[in-house]
């Protein structure tokens, strides 16, 4: 089957065909696949996203979840809010919406593949996406990765369309995927700047004498971002009595909680991080509120002062501490989970997609294509959260690119078997 050059009427059917079965695979995971396995969590709520989703819905706000909500961002608590509000209390309207941008994950990365790649590319990619356990995990419970791996591949499918036309309204569509995003999980914020900064150096690279270094997009994109931002970090200043928090808190604790789940003991799975590792670092943190004589998240801006504190005194007992939890972040960041097989599950995956991506990043060079588009967002949110928190889960709003990547190396292998395929008779 020829998927190369096909008339747009053929790709938008199988665009509606990937989105329908991926659907599908989701709706059967919430109907029963999840209830009847036992490899993750049965637990629906572990961070009591529904709970606030609930407090929204019956008009008491952000109650229980601290000044700024404790190291979360407001735009999940507010969609489960207002599906709750709307319908009424009905769980299984929010996990729809789940499998509903789990779908419209896997077209978005069809869609960025073709524009980069190809239309066979587009299909592979697509096809991995809808098959890949790390982003069907997290589809049937209220874990924000769902709508945060919609919206990072949205950030990435925008960023290709402003580079092919980078007009301002391109660049207003990126910086609303970009606010978006933001608002459900701070991390990709910085992801607008490395964009910014690589654009202008490939703009550079091809008129080294000329503009065209879109900057009326990037305004655009920029401002954007900004007004999307803004109210929260204004509502933010307003309910801490005049302290700046973007979006929220929490760098100092992912900061501390990084020393301790990259030990050698947690990073090797020899004991389960996501209890272990994690009971830990509470221990450490009522500790060095004891000694203080405070409460631990008594009151979030005291708690990140004094976070901040103990990080200082870490970096300065043990220097080293930093440069090593940051390698082995960057390898934790891809398998890290609660137990040593489902951090398989989701690493092996992750190996092969990383190998599949540097065969076609070698394509990609000899013909003269960018693979960065797909390569900078995972490069970022692995390098950024290296540095804080590296977790299995963490990689999850990236996979989609790297599927992306790894979909064009298939692509490349599967021609050069063709090509050393003799003909028959």
């Keep these: ?55 929204l819905a019956e008009g008491h706000g952000f109650d229980g979840a601290g000044v700024v909500l404790r190291r979360r961002a407001p735009l999940y608590p507010l969609l489960i809010g207002a599906v709750y509000a709307a319908f009424g209390e009905h769980p299984w309207i929010v996990q729809i919406l789940q499998c509903a941008a789990f779908a419209g994950t896997c077209v978005l ?15 592979i990619a697509g096809w991995l996406c809808a098959l890949h356990p790390g982003l069907l995990r997290y589809v049937a419970d209220f874990h924000l990765e ?12 925008a960023s290709v369309a402003f580079r092919e036309r980078p007009d301002p309204r391109r660049g207003a569509l990126l910086g609303l995927a970009l606010g978006l995003g ?53 509502r933010n200043f307003v309910a801490t009595g005049g302290n700046l928090v973007p979006i929220t808190t929490g760098f100092n604790d992912a900061m501390l909680r990084g020393f301790v789940f990259s030990k050698t003991e947690y990073a090797t799975l020899s004991r389960p991080p996501y209890t272990d ?12 509120f004891q000694r203080r004589g405070l409460v631990w998240e008594r009151d979030d801006i005291e708690t990140e002062r004094v976070l901040g504190e103990v990080v200082a005194e870490t970096l300065h007992r043990d220097p080293w501490a930093l440069p090593r939890k940051f390698f082995v972040g960057i390898a934790t960041f891809w398998y890290q989970m609660t137990s040593r097989a489902n951090s398989v599950v989701l690493g092996v995956p992750a190996i092969l997609g990383w190998g599949f991506a540097l065969v076609g990043v070698a394509r990609a060079r ?17 390098l950024e959260l290296a540095a804080l928190l590296a977790l299995g889960r963490y990689s999850v709003p990236v996979l989609p690119a790297l599927m992306v990547a ?16 003799p003909p028959s008779g």
Aim: aromatic share 12%.
């Design 277 to 288: 590792a994690e009971n830990e670092s509470n221990r450490w943190f009522r500790h060095e």
């Design 366 to 382: 000899r013909e003269g294509r960018m693979a960065w588009p797909v390569l900078a967002p995972c490069a970022t949110l692995n």
């Design 182 to 234: 933001s608002l459900t999980k701070a991390v990709i914020l910085p992801y607008a700047a490395v964009f910014a900064v690589l654009l202008i150096l490939e703009s550079r690279k091809r008129n080294p004498h000329g503009p065209p270094i879109p900057w009326r997009g990037l305004a655009t994109m920029a401002g954007v971002l900004a007004m999307v931002v803004l109210p929260w970090t204004i």
């Design 406 to 421: 790894a979909a064009f190396g298939v692509d490349t292998l599967m021609r050069l078997r063709t090509r050393a395929t």
């Design 146 to 157: 769902s709508i945060f791996a919609f919206l990072v591949t949205w950030v990435v499918h």
């Design 1 to 55: 089957m020829k998927l190369l050059d096909d008339p747009a009427p053929i790709r938008r059917r199988r665009a509606t065909m990937l989105f329908v079965v991926a659907f599908a695979i989701g709706l059967a995971l919430v109907g029963f696949g999840f209830r009847s396995q036992g490899w993750v969590d049965h637990r629906p709520d572990p961070y009591g996203f529904s709970q606030l989703g609930r407090n």
């Design 109 to 123: 990365s069809l869609c960025i593949g073709r524009r980069l790649f190809g239309e066979r590319t587009g299909w």
